[in-house]
């Protein structure tokens, strides 16, 4: 029996682990008490039906700068070139207001699909300037009520061959950006490239995430030169990469012992099913390479790891509606995943694991804020297989969005 009363109680949740339904109770945007039969006075109640209650969504790596730009690009043959170079040419064009406007229909969508937490990389350099940071910057104030938006100040035209952009940055990092990234495979002198990263991480003491080995050849890969400046700068725990594609191609065995390398180090891999698939094998015309690493295999061994959206709508990935849910089951799909334990794994990377690689908290348990959704089914596994609709949602507390469940009107 709880004397105080909470704010908010929804009743009838289905939580992970348990067949019985439960009452979550939130009083000033913290779950005060997770119980069965809850009795109390709540200012508003709200009967869940049996949905799945968890936390929040969480996109680890999304680009709102250059999403939506696909009218204004052209695509002829779908490589990883041509995406740079037409996005580096449409960003020349981009204005404070237009990189507002885009961004805001994203982060609409993916609040309305359940998304509570974001790492948004946000290109700097001559071309850009820094009108996309300042427009990014504002859509992390206005949206705040609904989602907590982390910018990554980021190279994605290279470091060594445009040294104004390092300068720029810096300046970011001073105002306001959360962390460092760079792209290396873009870099005229990768190795260079990554000691520059780590030196403006050192500077700021931030984090790094970095866009590493996107192609199809391990053998050429960046990841030996991160393993080396991680360690010996002491930033365990610290370093995400996106992409590495090249796993992808490594033989069962080598993928392990590259687990236990990237375990040992504390650094996390982040893969992104739709721009993996479609950037990648553009070299062959039959057996084309799917690109997408295995990453429910990196976390068996104790990799942490997230699936997340990266491009929406540009020459990277002409696709997207935000949705991670939908980005979990094309992963699945694409790894041939069916294990119930596998699918659950894909679900943690767009949740716990994906909100660890932030290090953010997650979940729904007494005293955690109370950021929480309603999935229309009944386990984790299940909203992976069924790309279960987010019904609705709240944050700290305050309802987000909703989503009615289908009717049927049967004759």
């Keep these: 029996m709880n004397e105080h009363g909470v704010d908010l109680l929804i009743r009838n949740a289905r939580l992970d682990g348990s067949d019985r339904l439960f009452d979550i109770a939130i009083r000033e945007g913290t779950i005060a008490s997770v119980e069965t039969n809850f009795r109390c006075e709540a200012i ?39 995406a740079v170079q037409e996005t580096a040419r449409a960003k020349a064009g981009f204005s404070e207001q237009d990189v507002y406007d885009r961004a805001a229909d994203v982060v609409e969508k993916a609040i309305a699909n359940g998304t509570m937490r974001m790492r948004t990389f946000v290109e700097i350099d001559p071309r850009a300037g820094l009108r996309s940071f300042d427009a990014i910057k504002r859509i992390g104030q206005d949206y705040a009520f609904a989602i907590d938006i982390e910018i990554c100040a980021f190279a994605q035209d290279g470091l060594t061959n445009e040294p104004e952009t390092l300068a720029m940055i810096d300046h970011a990092l001073s105002d306001g950006a959360d962390l460092v990234g760079g792209a290396p495979y873009i870099d005229r002198d990768p190795r260079g490239h990554i000691a520059m990263i780590f030196d403006l991480a050192e500077k700021h003491d931030v984090t790094v995430d970095f866009h590493l080995d996107f192609d199809l050849s391990p053998e050429r890969s960046n990841l030996s030169a991160v393993i080396e400046e991680t ?29 236990k390398r990237l375990a040992e180090a ?62 979990a089951n094309l992963y699945a799909n694409v790894l ?10 894909a679900f943690d990377m767009i949740g716990s694991s994906a909100a660890r690689l932030m290090n953010k908290p997650h979940g729904i348990r007494p005293g955690q804020s109370a950021d929480i959704i309603l999935l229309d089914c009944h386990t984790p596994e299940d909203a992976v297989r069924q790309n279960a609709r987010p019904l609705w949602g709240c944050r700290r507390g305050r309802p987000t969005f909703q989503n009615a469940r289908p009717v049927i009107f049967k004759p």
């Design 336 to 345: 041939q995943i069916s294990r119930a334990a596998d699918l659950r794994l």
């Design 231 to 259: 360690i010996a700068r002491g930033w365990q725990g610290r370093i995400s990469l996106g992409h590495m594609t090249s796993l992808s191609a490594l033989a069962p065995d080598d993928v392990v012992a590259l687990a």
């Design 44 to 82: 508003e109640t709200l009967d869940a039906q049996g949905a799945l209650a968890c936390g929040g969504l969480v996109e680890s790596h999304i680009h709102l700068d250059k999403a939506g730009i696909l009218g204004r690009c052209t695509i002829c043959h779908g490589t990883l070139t041509e």
């Design 266 to 327: 504390g650094i996390a891999v982040t893969v992104l099913p739709s721009t993996d698939l479609f950037l990648n094998g553009r070299d062959h015309d039959r057996l084309v390479p799917r690109g997408v690493a295995p990453a429910h295999v990196l976390a068996h061994h104790g990799v942490v790891t997230s699936i997340a959206s990266n491009n929406i709508l540009n020459p990277f990935t002409p696709y997207g509606d935000a949705s991670l849910i939908r980005m």
